[in-house]
């Protein structure tokens, strides 16, 4: 396991799935862990069975003005800022004649300008910091159509070119971006085989993902990885 005692990070979407399960990597290879999530009562469930010291912080990615609070609050709390990992998202699956005004926003504005205004409040502090992480959270739907997907395969696939861009313009400031694009993960956010618990990725698998890039030698940026289970079922 990577050894990040003195690391600081900061997780969105972190009180459910796959982002608890990063939060608890994080936690455990010794880091000193923010997290962010809507629904108090699990801000604090999360926080309370840790039992490490963390930052549970509440807040909607989707306002631009909290997204920047949470980052200026686990500067402030924490010490500093050297990864960020983007993974508050929602998904809203339905045909695009039936979908919603509010549905179409709610997909974008949190999976893709969520992730902006984190990343745009955060790389002051990276660079002042010498350097880090930004690990986006995406999906294999941001290169492969699924019906019913449009909200979140635009939302995703926005989010893999944001953070190709995002990458080429910070790598001379020791930032480093990577984005992970998850198959199906057996959490209850997403959409198919309601069993998939048997075959599907584990959010711990993609948890353990993101300790390996941490990992990584300063010379090497893995800026993608595609993680898919091993024995889907056969179609």
């Given at each position: 396991m990577s050894d990040l005692t003195g690391r600081v990070a900061l997780v969105t979407g972190g009180t459910r799935?796959?982002?608890e399960a990063i939060v608890r990597a994080l936690s455990s290879?010794?880091?000193?862990v923010a997290f962010t999530g809507r629904d108090q009562s699990r801000l604090k469930k999360v926080a309370s069975e840790i039992g490490a010291p963390v930052e549970a912080i509440r807040a909607d990615v989707r306002d631009p003005v909290q997204a920047a609070e949470a980052v200026d609050r686990t500067v402030a709390t924490l010490g500093g800022l050297d990864i960020l990992v983007n993974n508050a998202g929602v998904g809203?699956?339905?045909s695009v004649a039936d979908m919603s005004l509010e549905q179409w926003h709610d997909v974008l504005d949190t999976n893709l300008s969520g992730v902006f205004y984190c990343c745009h409040a955060a790389i002051p502090h990276l660079r002042q910091r010498g350097g880090g992480w930004i690990i986006n959270i995406s999906s294999l739907a941001g290169k492969n159509a699924v019906t019913g997907g449009a909200a979140y395969c635009a939302?995703?696939?926005g989010l893999n070119a944001f953070s190709e861009v995002l990458m080429q313009e910070v790598r001379?400031?020791?930032i480093r971006v990577s984005y992970i694009m998850p198959g199906s993960v057996a959490?209850?956010?997403?959409?198919?085989?309601?069993?998939?618990?048997?075959w599907a990725l584990a959010s711990e698998d993609v948890a353990q993902v993101v300790l390996d890039l941490l990992a990584m030698p300063p010379r090497s940026l893995?800026?993608?990885?595609e993680l898919r289970p091993s024995r889907p079922p056969r179609k």
């Amino acid at each position: 396991m990577s050894d990040l005692t003195g690391r600081v990070a900061l997780v969105t979407g972190g009180t459910r799935g796959i982002g608890e399960a990063i939060v608890r990597a994080l936690s455990s290879a010794g880091a000193s862990v923010a997290f962010t999530g809507r629904d108090q009562s699990r801000l604090k469930k999360v926080a309370s069975e840790i039992g490490a010291p963390v930052e549970a912080i509440r807040a909607d990615v989707r306002d631009p003005v909290q997204a920047a609070e949470a980052v200026d609050r686990t500067v402030a709390t924490l010490g500093g800022l050297d990864i960020l990992v983007n993974n508050a998202g929602v998904g809203v699956f339905t045909s695009v004649a039936d979908m919603s005004l509010e549905q179409w926003h709610d997909v974008l504005d949190t999976n893709l300008s969520g992730v902006f205004y984190c990343c745009h409040a955060a790389i002051p502090h990276l660079r002042q910091r010498g350097g880090g992480w930004i690990i986006n959270i995406s999906s294999l739907a941001g290169k492969n159509a699924v019906t019913g997907g449009a909200a979140y395969c635009a939302s995703k696939a926005g989010l893999n070119a944001f953070s190709e861009v995002l990458m080429q313009e910070v790598r001379q400031d020791n930032i480093r971006v990577s984005y992970i694009m998850p198959g199906s993960v057996a959490t209850g956010f997403g959409y198919g085989d309601p069993n998939k618990s048997s075959w599907a990725l584990a959010s711990e698998d993609v948890a353990q993902v993101v300790l390996d890039l941490l990992a990584m030698p300063p010379r090497s940026l893995p800026s993608r990885v595609e993680l898919r289970p091993s024995r889907p079922p056969r179609k």
